[in-house]
């Protein structure tokens, strides 16, 4: 046991010393906080860029203009858009807008049908809010202007545009509710990422890891001291645990970057990090699948790493099984919507899919408690499997020298951990 | 504390690594291994290690076989560069230290008079990429031997440094042997097997072709030189029975033969021509062994 912690201590600290493991952590930090204070930049970069935006209307009627301005103002109070008539020609105006003078200009005519006609001239169509803000806005005047013709009641306008209330219900067992849906989407959603770039960077980590050490030869004084066996586990655990730490680092960061930064906008989602009104399981199973969907492609990668001899192939080597956990993730990604997918339900049972697809179908499905279950079981199995097969390719891996770089090398790996 | 193989036979699928080896080392010598590239050198450390078992004979290390028990008294130094490129010096040899077993602390004492000893105390906070491949070298040899290992395998342990250094590394290995360790080591220099041990083996492809102390090798090789120089012509004397070959130097002629009768012969020959001025039996060297014997088998 004492070479297993010596190895397990090495593989931790030599990796956390690293310059670039302290860069990665320090910018993904920044990147939180940037994240999170996104909006304000943004609301400051606004505020610098200064000129707010001018619309120029040609009334060609007379009678749009006021009514038009009156409705932009009564639909978004704050905005910062103002609406000037003008009595600048068609042509003019597009040398304006052309020469960078003013964003846009409106045209509005109405035709011998009392209809509306109008054109919204721009640059480029980057923007799209406006136009639709000033569509909607005439949707409203002509509507007006209709209801004056047949002389109806603004209540009257009223029950006409009357919103349809439509309600979903779902009588699924398994299904949750709209809201709980959306609520627990977000959440999943954001683990399912963390689970996945974890185990893809980690089991990469690992496969380096093991690939480096046999390149530069010093496995083979590794194992001269400790059992394969023993430097693959405790290898596994070392990376393992620092990748939980730099995960909780992580956690924390995001978590003080959301509650110091009480925008409108992030404050959605501080409530939610604050972990009040979410399903604490949902964070338990993140929490154990996050860690078997570790030790699963941990101990693969390992496998995988101890066939190759240069460092060069070990990308090459391990891409199987990356394609494995990007299938997963596209397939979880696909249930996001609709999590009651019929394929998902055997893909969460399938040990390599299982963290990802069984973990989207826990967090948004209220699944009897057998379904996750029997998942984790599956896997720990295969991860005993795969555990026990991995060292026996590995102790006969790390000899094995030479251009070896295709799946095949696996038999004769065994082969010679055999003799 | 003696290290004995016995019969021992490796086979990788249909090739035969080590075929049949037999050696003892006896506690406090130094046994030399000789072989070329291939012939099955890091094959049988290995199998010393115990990282390969072999189909056939055993290897015992004081009457017990080797495994991770006994892995604390064993210093392994590989052929090519085992050592973590971007660990520093120290960080390194004080894990490798204390994976055999040995206390931190204890390990940092040694550390410090093994760096002292081979000169390069500066590198302690070196990564070890950074270091010539000479000095990475030492620090290689201070990771075979800073947890004081009672059996040592060394394999090319002179591979890439001058001669200063050899000189410096054949001290602290004598110095090691001495103090009780035993010692196998693998070189195609044959002068420093020569030079340092008391027993050797030459194999190739597996075989075990020669082996024995080398004063009894050497007798029994049954060929040695002889150096005669003479102003008188000597082309009658590569006809002499048992000479093997004739090589005519520039002021005579070098003879390989089977026996000191040959020799004898040979003088009696070239004394009819003429005066000789110079007559010699040289001792054959291990190189000349090595390529008489290996080569022999490449033909």
Redesign the interface.
Known sequence: M??FW??FK?AFL?KAR?KSFAITTVLVIAGIFLLSNLPRILDAFDGMGGEAEMLKVVDESGKLFDPLAAVLKANDPDSELSVEQTNDSAADLEKQVRSEDIDSFLTLSLDGTNTIQATYTTLSSIDTTLPDDVKNALQTVQAGIKADELSLSSEQVDSLFKQVHVETNNISATAKSEDELNQARILVYVLMFVIYFAVILYSGMIATEVA??KS????????????PVKHMFAKVLGIGTLGIVQIIVYGIAGFIAFKTSASEATEGIASFFSLSDINPMTLVYAVIFFLLGYFLYATLAALLGSLVSRTEDVQQMIMPMTLLIVAAFILAASGLGNPELGYLKYASFFPFFTPLVMFLRVGMLDLPVWEPLLGIAIMLVTIFVLGWFGARVYRGGV?MYGPSRSLKDIKKAI??GK? | MTLKIEHVT?R??DFTAVNDLSLTVEEGTMYGFLGANGAGKTTTF?MI?????P?EGRITWNGKPVN?ST??Q?G?L?E????????KVE?QLL??A????MKRADAKRELGAWLDRFDVPQYLNKKVEELSKGNQQKIQVI?ALLHKPKLIILDEPFSGLDPVNVEMLKQAILDIRNSGATIIFSSHRMDHVEELCEQFSIIDHGKQIVSGTLKDVKRSFGQQNVRIRSDYPLDALSAVPGVLSATATVEGAVYQVESDETAELLLTEALKSGPVRQFEIEEPTLQDIFIAKVGKEHA
Do not use: C, H, W
């Open positions: 004492r070479e010596i190895i090495q030599t690293t480096t050490e530069s030869r010093v496995m083979e004084i590794l194992i001269s001291s400790v059992s000899l082969q010679l003799e | 490796k990788f699928g290995r290690l115990g990282l390969l078992t189909n991770y892995s604390p064993i392994y590989p090519e560069r085992g050592l973590y490129p971007k660990m960080d894990f490798l204390e994976l055999r077993g990771a």
